[in-house]
């Protein structure tokens, strides 16, 4: 009895399985659902993180500032060989990206009133302040957020995060460690 009913319910569900494929088939006629568009803007700041990434490992040729990619940063903005290339490096890729601005080798010059920010954003640019310097002396760009912990890429620094390094490296900054924020991207701010 057991087995009889068994058997009645496969072919059922035989059945029932050869009925779905019917309609599968009819479904698979329509096209697949649409792909979730991210807006302008969100591509926009994540072609310019996906730049920045892309110059993760550049390295100085002798450990004075210069090398290849090194210059071409230096050369962005007007600098000449050996110059500190921090800001030069983020001003290079807005550039690469077409943007007229930011354009400086300067790290304050990079922190106008008119960009300041709060905002976490990816693509925002960051500051670090030097009381021996007084004055924003490092720069980096936002790739994100971990808590409360900012992860950047920047140029002319080291693992240790100086503002004196030897190439292009992701760094890990507590948002406390932060002076500024530049937003070069939002409406009415961007090209």
């Keep these: 009895m057991a087995t009889t009913k068994f058997?009645?319910?496969?072919?059922?569900a035989g059945i029932a399985g050869s009925t779905w494929k019917l309609e599968r088939s009819v479904i698979n006629v329509y096209p697949e659902p649409l792909r979730w568009q991210l807006d302008p803007l969100t591509e926009k700041?994540?072609?310019?993180?996906?730049?920045a990434?892309?110059?993760?490992?550049v390295r100085?040729?002798?450990g004075h500032n210069d090398g290849t990619r090194v210059e071409a940063y230096l050369k962005s903005v007007g600098?000449?060989?050996?110059?500190?290339?921090c800001a030069a490096f983020i001003s290079y890729l807005f550039l690469m990206e077409g943007y007229k601005a930011p354009k400086s080798g300067w790290c304050p010059d990079l922190f106008p009133a008119s960009r300041l920010?709060?905002?976490?954003?990816?693509?925002?640019v960051i500051g670090i302040y030097f009381i021996d310097k007084?004055?924003?002396?490092?720069?980096?760009?936002?790739?994100?957020?971990?808590?409360?912990w900012c992860i950047s890429i920047e140029g002319n620094t080291n693992i240790a995060g100086s503002r004196e390094g030897d190439g292009v490296y992701?760094?890990?900054?507590?948002?406390?460690?932060i002076y500024r924020m530049a937003d070069w991207l939002s409406e009415g701010r961007s090209k």
């Design 134 to 148: 007084k004055r924003i002396a490092h720069v980096g760009l936002m790739e994100r957020v971990d808590g409360e």
């Design 45 to 51: 700041r994540l072609a310019l993180i996906k730049r």
């Design 117 to 124: 920010t709060k905002s976490t954003l990816p693509g925002n």
């Design 170 to 177: 992701r760094k890990r900054r507590h948002f406390r460690t």
């Design 7 to 12: 058997l009645i319910g496969l072919v059922c």
């Design 53 to 57: 990434q892309n110059e993760l490992g």
């Design 79 to 85: 600098l000449h060989n050996g110059d500190p290339y």
């Design 60 to 62: 100085e040729k002798t």
